[in-house]
Nanobody, 121 residues
């Protein structure tokens, strides 16, 4: 009923930048918080950044000062601007949104399929 589609991943050199985007579609009544997570091979999925419907943000220590999360409510979209990328940022990046599906009244978490980010020279 809700689909999240990420885009913007790819291969970038250390020190470079990428901008990830995630668009939510489907029977959406309301979107609450939106997040970016990442999972590197052999590691657990970890929170990178989150943003509330009011625009309040939070970041993992590893992302502070380098990444910026933003959202466009009219487009049901969340973005992650990533600067000064490091090899250790290499991972699959996932979008997550807390969504109320039309007619349900219950907020539920939905996940995208992920987009690969590789930082390498």
């Amino acid at each position: 009923q809700v689909q999240l589609v990420e885009s913007g991943g790819g291969l970038v050199q250390p020190g470079g930048s990428l901008r990830l985007s995630c668009v939510a579609s489907g029977s959406i009544f309301r979107i609450y918080d939106m997040y970016w997570y990442r999972q590197a091979p052999g590691n657990e999925r970890e929170l990178v950044a989150g943003i509330t419907s009011g625009g309040n943000t939070n970041y993992a220590d590893s992302a502070k000062g380098r990444f910026t999360i933003s959202r466009d409510g009219a487009k049901n979209m969340v973005s992650l601007q990533m600067n000064s990328l490091k090899p250790e940022d290499t991972a699959v990046y996932y979008c997550k949104a807390v969504v109320v599906v039309t007619g349900t009244g219950v907020p539920r978490a939905s996940w995208g399929q992920g987009t690969q980010v590789t930082v390498s020279s």
